[in-house]
């Protein structure tokens, strides 16, 4: 492992168990579902308005969503029902992406989309790689980082404010401003919410604070993460096992 991205970091911090499993063994990864499909579909439809294409976005994501769903391996089992409901709930998010930039940001410059992240992590020999969705400036000096969230109604506080959740702009905050130069002081760091199931407000901005101990704390658990992988230290987190959306492996042959 020459890298780590905020993927694998939330995996290991999950189960450092299931990590290994997944990203060591191989076992069993995440070969991607029509939620990522419709994800990925939305977020290219996102990265062309940001970037002022002109494109026919409707029909643009239709196409992109049919090729997304038709690119995942066949033994990924895929609701033609629901990947149905998606193209209505696609068009519904489409022509309202605009208008919540705008009244989010107001005026606003696109310096960059989908920005390669690959650094340096002080202390350890690894690189931190990752892929920032979009960096806008505003006309009061400040750089803006947003990455795109497919979700089904929204988040509730609790997820917006979620440590391991936030922690991926905190991430890339700081490699942004180690790549670039830029005084963290003047990077604010966002999440943008596409909601397929809401029934307004389907594309919803919020600013997620990112200061000196927020991003300590972060490079402190990739740093842990990564130490304890190179030692091949893989404890079973078993509050995972059950909470949340459990896990995949528990009680199966890999985990039992
Ligand atoms: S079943 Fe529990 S211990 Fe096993 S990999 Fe999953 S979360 Fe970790």
Partial sequence: MSHI???ELKDWAFCPFYHKLTRIDKIDG????????????????????????????EQYFIDT???????????????????????????????????????????FEVMAVEMPLMEAIDGDDKMFKGYIDAVVATPDGKVHIFDW????????????????????????????????NIDPKDVET?????????????????????????TENALKLLRTALYNIKNSRYIKNRLSCTGG????????????
């Fill in 5 to 7: 991205s905020y993927s």
């Fill in 30 to 57: 995440f070969k991607g579902n029509a939620y990522t499909a419709f994800g990925t579909a939305v977020h290219s439809v996102c990265e062309k308005k940001l970037l002022k294409e002109e494109f026919d976005d």
């Fill in 65 to 107: 969503f049919a090729d997304c769903i038709s690119d995942l391996p066949s033994d990924v089992e895929v609701d033609s029902g629901l990947v149905d409901q998606m193209v209505g709930q696609g068009k519904e998010i489409i022509p309202e992406i605009e208008d919540a930039l705008e009244d989010y940001f107001e005026e």
């Fill in 149 to 180: 969230k497919t979700c089904s109604w929204g988040w509730d506080s609790k997820k917006k404010s979620d440590k391991l959740v936030t922690y991926q702009l905190t991430l890339y905050k700081h490699f942004f401003c180690q790549k670039m």
């Fill in 190 to 214: 966002h999440f943008a919410l596409l909601k397929r199931t809401a029934k307004k407000n389907r594309v919803e901005f919020f600013r997620v604070t990112s200061g000196v101990k927020k």
């Fill in 245 to 256: 959306y459990g896990c995949k492996f528990y009680k199966t042959e890999h985990c039992p």
